[in-house]
Structure formats: C-alpha cells, structure tokens
C-alpha cells in the first residue's frame, strides 16, 4: 500500500513537470508574432516554416534603417532543448548557424573568437563577421541560445557604413527587448 502511494505521488509529480514543460514550450510555438515593433525596429515580415516542415518553427525580420535582425524560433523536432549556452546541442546548433554564415556567396571572415553574451535575462553565443558581397561591405553578427526548448538565433547584418559602435547599442536595446519578449508569459 505504501508503495502504491508513492507511486502515485511520483506520477503526479512526473505529470505536472512535464505538463508545465509543453506549456512554456507552447508558449513560443502557439504564439502568431512577435511584436510589431522592437527598440525601434520594425518587423517587416514573419514566416511560418512549421506548416511546411516541421522543427523549422518561424522567422521574424525586423528592419531599422538599413539594418537587418532576423529571428528564427525553432526546435529541429528535438525533444528536449537545454535553456541557456552550455549544452552540447545548443553549441552544435551555433556551429551549424556559423557554417550557413561562412557558407554565403562572398567574402566571409570571422572577426574575433566565439563569446558568450548577456543580455537581458539571456545569454547567447555570440560570433561577429566581416562580410563583403556583391561589391557592399557589412557586419553580421550572429546570436544563439535556447528557450522554452527552442533554439533562438538572431542574425543581424550592420552595414558597413553606418557607425558600428552606435548601431551596437541599438542592437543591444533589441537583445534586451526581445528576451524581455521571450520571458513574458502568454
């Protein structure tokens, strides 16, 4: 009788965990947008790859001046998702996020080492390159982490003639915002 208890005490506890899990990651996937306006950018347009191909979640692509943020919130069909920078399928995926960078036509250098970022309440994995394509010169800055087990990836590109220290406090302004977003419950 005493095991039988237990038994039912353990399932209950199992089964509001895992209740409480497919409601926060519910809380990215069930939501339609993210806001129409974030730190001054303006989301242009949103895409819903998940219809098509499951795990590919859904992109959002802000725009401020001649800058572009996009963010993609996704899960590549994986079950479990670590939160934050440090697990190995979060690492593995800004390695992946890092190839498609390099593997854009153009000129592509990494400038620096690969950094871990706080912003907000998030942290991220952070890599910034010099890119010239098509004749234009440009940053692009890339960020990764995991929420709600769902990879975030922020890719940003800065033109090169713009003030890049100032379009960086921007930037950090949009990071802010956005996982201040990405926190809020639904």
Not at 53 to 66: A, M, N, T, V
Not at 150 to 158: D, E, G, M, T
């Amino acid at each position: 009788m005493v095991n039988l208890v237990k038994l039912i005490i353990a399932w209950c506890v199992l089964s509001t965990a895992l209740f409480a899990h497919a409601t926060q990651s519910a809380a990215i996937t069930d939501q339609n947008t993210l806001p129409r306006k974030l730190a001054g950018y303006i989301l242009e347009k949103s895409t819903d790859f998940e219809e098509k191909h499951k795990g590919l979640g859904r992109s959002f692509q802000y725009f401020r001046r001649e800058i572009n943020a996009s963010v993609y919130i996704y899960n590549l069909q994986h079950s479990v998702i670590a939160e934050g920078v440090h697990s190995s399928i979060v690492k593995t995926e800004f390695t992946n996020a890092k190839r498609d960078v390099f593997s854009r036509r153009g000129n592509v250098h990494q400038l620096g080492e690969d950094t871990i970022t706080s912003v907000g309440a998030m942290e991220f994995i952070t890599a910034i390159f010099q890119v010239t394509e098509s004749g234009r010169a440009f940053r692009s800055l890339l960020f990764v982490t995991a929420k709600h087990n769902h990879f975030i990836k922020v890719r940003v590109s800065v033109a090169e003639e713009y003030e890049f220290s100032r379009e960086l406090i921007e930037l950090q302004k949009f990071l802010e915002e956005l996982s201040l977003e990405l926190h809020s419950p639904r």
